[in-house]
C-alpha cells in the first residue's frame, strides 16, 4: 500500500476536504435522502437524478482526497479550481433558489455551504501561496 508524506496544510484545506469526502459520499451512498431536498414532491427519485448525485458524489469524494493527497504546485492547482468548482456550485445553488426551483431553505443551505467552500478555496490558495515551505515541494 502506498503511503502519502504528510505535510503542514493550511486548515482550511482539511475543512474543505472533509466537507467534500462528507458530501461526496453522501451524493455516492445516499442519493435519494438528498434528492428529497430538492424535489421532495416526487417519489421515486427520478433514475436521472440518482445518477446525477452519484456522479457528482463521486467526483467530490476524488477531489476531497485530492487535497489529502496532493503536495506542491498540485495542490495548490487542486485548491485553485476549487475556487471555480465552488464558486459555479454556489452560482447554480442561488439561481435555483431565486428563480423558485427548489423549496427556499434548500436554495438557502445549498447556497450556504457552497459559498462556505468557495471562502475555504479561496483561503487556502491564498495560504497556500504564501507558505515557502509548500512552494519547495
Same mark, same amino acid.
Given at each position: !500500500?502506498?503511503? &502519502?508524506? #504528510?505535510?503542514?496544510?493550511? #486548515?482550511? &484545506?482539511?475543512?474543505?476536504?472533509?466537507?467534500?469526502?462528507?458530501?461526496? %459520499? %453522501?451524493?455516492?451512498? %445516499?442519493?435519494? !435522502?438528498l434528492i428529497r431536498r430538492f424535489d421532495p414532491d416526487r417519489d421515486p427519485p427520478s433514475p436521472a437524478a440518482v445518477?446525477?448525485?452519484?456522479?457528482?458524489?463521486?467526483?467530490? #469524494?476524488?477531489?476531497?482526497?485530492?487535497?489529502?493527497?496532493?503536495?506542491?504546485?498540485?495542490l495548490r492547482d487542486d485548491v485553485s479550481e476549487g475556487i471555480l468548482i465552488h464558486g459555479s456550485d454556489t452560482a447554480?445553488?442561488?439561481?435555483?433558489?431565486?428563480?423558485?426551483? &427548489?423549496?427556499?431553505?434548500?436554495?438557502?443551505?445549498?447556497?450556504?455551504?457552497?459559498? #462556505? *467552500?468557495?471562502?475555504?478555496?479561496?483561503?487556502?490558495?491564498?495560504?497556500? %501561496? *504564501?507558505?515557502?515551505?509548500?512552494?519547495?515541494?
Amino acid at each position: !500500500m502506498a503511503t &502519502v508524506a #504528510v505535510s503542514n496544510r493550511p #486548515v482550511s &484545506v482539511y475543512a474543505l476536504a472533509g466537507i467534500r469526502l462528507f458530501n461526496g %459520499a %453522501a451524493g455516492l451512498l %445516499a442519493p435519494e !435522502m438528498l434528492i428529497r431536498r430538492f424535489d421532495p414532491d416526487r417519489d421515486p427519485p427520478s433514475p436521472a437524478a440518482v445518477y446525477a448525485f452519484r456522479l457528482f458524489g463521486i467526483r467530490t #469524494v476524488l477531489l476531497g482526497l485530492d487535497l489529502l493527497t496532493h503536495s506542491g504546485a498540485r495542490l495548490r492547482d487542486d485548491v485553485s479550481e476549487g475556487i471555480l468548482i465552488h464558486g459555479s456550485d454556489t452560482a447554480t445553488a442561488a439561481t435555483l433558489g431565486l428563480h423558485g426551483q &427548489v423549496p427556499p431553505r434548500t436554495a438557502f443551505l445549498t447556497t450556504l455551504i457552497s459559498a #462556505v *467552500n468557495t471562502a475555504l478555496a479561496i483561503s487556502a490558495t491564498a495560504s497556500l %501561496a *504564501n507558505s515557502p515551505e509548500d512552494k519547495s515541494k
